[in-house]
């Protein structure tokens, strides 16, 4: 069975100080992995994906097979990435979602 | 853009009752999902649809059920509301293995 652990229900960080996600996931395949974003009062929406490498309002994720891991980094908080993130993995045809965690940017 | 519409944004059904939460997408996707989201449990997927006429049971099926009888709709049916089933329901789409689009969700009170 497929699964994901994000071990931090809430993080709060200081605006202007580096972010770090966890994100640990059990899987048997080559997972694809994914970064969903909340915003208050808006929909879930996606964040970015492993396979893409590329940066999305500033952050970053790498896929660490070996640690099976994907977390996801920001350098320096801004007061708008306040918001729930979860982390996805997709395999044997669904989606499976971690349990968010809510990051909270203290200005 | 992907837009993928719920019906309701807030519900509230008696226990016992039979309830209907729709999910219209309109971008042609065939792929549509079902999920609940509680805190503190993330998103559980109920139901999947990858074509019309055609469902899926995801992790927590029990006590819904669901109807595609077009490909652009997809409909989440509560037999017999009971308050455990009190949450926020999302709709999803996506086509192929790209991935999925969200609904705004409906919040769910089951009195």
């Known amino acids: 069975a497929q699964r994901v652990t994000q071990p931090e229900k809430l993080l709060s960080v200081f605006k202007g100080a580096p972010v770090e996600l966890k994100c640990n996931y059990s899987?048997?395949?080559?997972?694809?992995l994914f970064w969903y974003v909340q915003y208050s009062r808006q929909r879930l929406q996606l964040l970015l994906r492993?396979?893409s490498r590329e940066s999305i309002k500033g952050f970053t994720a790498d896929l660490n097979k070996g640690e099976t891991s994907f977390h996801l980094k920001k350098p320096f908080a801004q007061e708008e990435d306040s918001a729930m993130y979860y982390c996805?993995?997709?395999?044997?045809?669904?989606?499976?979602f971690g349990t968010g965690t809510r990051l909270t940017i203290i200005p | 853009d992907v837009k993928v519409t719920q019906s309701s944004r807030y519900l509230v059904k008696r226990t016992g009752e039979k309830v209907f939460l729709e999910c219209v997408q309109d971008?042609?996707?065939?792929?549509m999902f079902w999920y609940r989201q509680d805190p503190g449990l993330g998103l559980r997927l109920i139901y999947f649809?990858?074509?019309?006429?055609?469902?899926e049971k995801g992790d927590i099926p029990e006590g819904y059920s669901v109807s595609r009888e077009k490909k652009e709709r997809f409909s989440l049916i509560l037999e017999s509301a009971s308050t455990n089933q009190t949450s926020m329901y999302l709709c999803?789409?996506?086509?192929?293995?790209?991935?999925?689009?969200f609904g705004d969700g409906t919040r769910l009170s089951i009195l």
């Open positions: 492993h396979i």
């Open positions: 899987y048997s395949g080559s997972p694809e």
């Open positions: 999803a789409s996506s086509t192929g293995k790209q991935p999925q689009h």
């Open positions: 996805a993995l997709f395999g044997n045809e669904k989606l499976t």
């Open positions: 649809s990858y074509d019309v006429k055609m469902k």
């Open positions: 971008m042609d996707h065939e792929n």
